[in-house]
């Protein structure tokens, strides 16, 4: 490890790149407020995973891209007015069809290289299971990096 002048070592880089998962909902506008506070102060990265169940209907790979679209659409709206009233620059949005939201999460932040993982705590999830819902202790499970619950 090289010492900067002054006899410190460098500062770390650490939470460079961050991921949040969304879903539109209080706990989640609260865990991309945190996040987005975070990274002003290390001069990272953050980007949006909206993770949501495959449409039952879909038949092509063409009617799916389109649901995707619809749904970042839906559940992006807002996201600017939420972090920059009056300014814009949302985080870059990307919206993935899984069953499992957490195992989806943890395996775009390992494929993507993110440093950290922000999701919000619904109220129903902490009751279900030891103060830890089920989908956030299956995320916890399947992390790869660290996850910040908010």
Do not use: N, W
Not at 18 to 47: H, P, T
Not at 66 to 82: H, K, T, V
Not at 127 to 142: F, K, M, S, Y
């Amino acid at each position: 490890m090289s010492v900067a002048a002054g006899g410190r070592p460098p500062r770390a880089r650490a939470f460079r790149r961050i991921l949040v998962g969304y879903d539109g909902s209080k706990e989640a506008q609260d865990a991309l407020r945190a996040a987005v506070a975070l990274s002003e102060e290390i001069d990272g990265d953050v980007r949006v995973l909206l993770v949501v169940r495959p449409p039952a209907h879909v038949e092509t790979p063409e009617e799916l891209a389109s649901d995707a679209s619809a749904e970042r659409d839906r559940l992006s709206q807002g996201l600017e007015a939420l972090l920059h009233p009056g300014v814009g620059g949302a985080p870059e949005t990307r919206v993935v069809f899984a069953d499992d939201p957490a195992r989806a999460i943890a395996e775009h932040a390992e494929v993507h290289g993110f440093d950290l993982i922000v999701v919000g705590c619904h109220g129903r999830e902490q009751a279900t299971h030891r103060g830890i819902g089920q989908a956030l202790e299956a995320l916890l499970r399947h992390h790869s990096c660290p996850v910040l619950v908010v």
